[in-house]
């Protein structure tokens, strides 16, 4: 299906709230007459009286995470001066899983043009979900997320409240200045980085940076080798593993649960993960007694798709390790209780960027 326009998306989002209320008719209130635009501030697209409701509508054409973060404050401080009870709205033609999970914690409702729903408040309770995106674009559009350009945003993230000129960012992260030029500007069109008039660099947000990011990874990507190692617990294996490949002059760190429980003790664990700069030849798998098999798998070997992985790597108990926004990304791929992990080690983060 085409790409659709902002003003097709208002008429669609009229039509399509009252059929999801199972209310034939809502009442349009136009912005210019509206209470939320004669008090000043931003403006709704939609302002609808449905039955005993009012719901203050936003629309986006894109539910890129930063769009929808942005939305979720337009939105919400144009509900509150229509009052308690005005419910916010906002609609996308396809909400993805990252802009879902914003709107719930920010307790804003949201319908896609996919039939897609969760809509809460007083007299209103809808929950939709599993429809697929009906608006989904052939190709694949250039990411700032891509392995390669994906340095930049974690240069950012780990140095959350820095100013950052493009000279520091080129060395940072090995990239031509030109393509880190290009990968900055799409930051800012996405609203991800603020560009001051000295021309320094700012996050706008880390919160949203790191959700725009999950939402974009893949871990598949990378070529992960699978198999088994002997040892009594996912500990032991994370140090004799990493010892061994040492001693093998391989660069390597350890990611995803092992990286956890590293830097945070959450909770055992049993499958182990580490990226490796070169798998290890026969004699150094035989001699660690790796075997590649997945059929009880509890090691994970993994040639990243970029070399980046690698930076901000540091030692947690003499192991090295990634970086913990990375190991954090790469939870998304991982089974056992890896969701807890990544909620604890997302605390920790989310602590040190709000001291930053």
């Known amino acids: 299906m085409p790409a659709i326009t902002h003003p097709q998306m208002v008429r669609k989002a009229a039509e399509?709230?009252?059929?999801?209320?199972?209310?034939?008719?809502g009442v349009r209130v136009r912005e210019k007459e509206g209470?939320?635009?004669?008090?000043?501030?931003?403006?709704?697209?939609?302002?609808?009286?449905?039955?005993?409701?009012?719901?203050?509508?936003?629309?986006?054409?894109?539910?890129?995470?930063?769009?929808i973060a942005a939305a979720i404050h337009q939105i919400r401080s144009c509900a509150a001066r229509l009052g308690a009870k005005a419910i916010p709205v906002i609609v996308a033609p396809y909400m993805g899983e990252a802009g879902a999970r914003l709107c719930e914690e920010a307790g804003i409702g949201w319908f896609d043009l996919s039939d897609n729903a969760h809509l809460e408040g007083p007299g209103v309770r809808i929950h939709i979900e599993g429809k697929p995106n009906a608006f989904k674009q052939t190709g694949r559009p250039a990411s700032v997320f891509a392995p390669k350009s994906a340095r930049?945003?974690?240069?950012?993230?780990?140095?959350?409240?820095?100013?950052?000129?493009?000279?520091?960012?080129?060395?940072?992260?090995?990239?031509?200045?030109g393509f880190a030029s290009r990968i900055l500007r799409r930051m800012e069109e996405q609203d991800l980085v603020i560009r001051a008039p000295d021309g320094v660099f700012r996050l706008r947000s880390f919160d949203t940076m790191l959700e725009a990011w999950r939402e974009a990874y893949d871990f598949s990507r990378h070529q992960i080798v699978r198999g088994h190692f002997p040892a009594r617990s996912g500990e032991e294996a994370v140090r004799l593993v990493a010892d061994a490949l040492g001693r093998g002059e391989i660069q390597h760190a350890v990611t995803g649960l092992g990286a956890a429980w590293l830097m945070t003790h959450f909770a055992a664990f049993r499958l182990v993960t580490l990226y490796v700069s070169d798998l290890p030849d026969e004699e150094l798998r035989r001699k660690i007694g790796f075997h590649e098999e997945e059929r009880g798998e509890n090691l994970w070997l993994v040639v990243p798709n970029d070399e980046g992985v690698f930076q901000g790597m540091s030692e947690r108990e003499g192991v090295p390790c990634v970086h913990p926004v990375q190991a954090w990304l790469d939870l998304k791929g991982h089974p056992e209780r890896a969701a807890e992990a990544a909620d604890s080690l997302r605390r920790q983060l989310m602590e040190k960027s709000s001291h930053a």
């Open 16 to 25: 399509r709230l009252p059929r999801l209320l199972e209310r034939p008719h």
């Open 35 to 67: 209470p939320c635009s004669m008090q000043g501030g931003p403006h709704a697209d939609l302002v609808l009286k449905i039955g005993a409701s009012t719901f203050v509508v936003e629309c986006k054409t894109v539910a890129s995470t930063a769009t």
């Open 152 to 177: 930049v945003a974690r240069w950012f993230l780990m140095h959350p409240g820095e100013g950052l000129p493009l000279k520091e960012i080129v060395l940072a992260t090995g990239l031509d200045k």
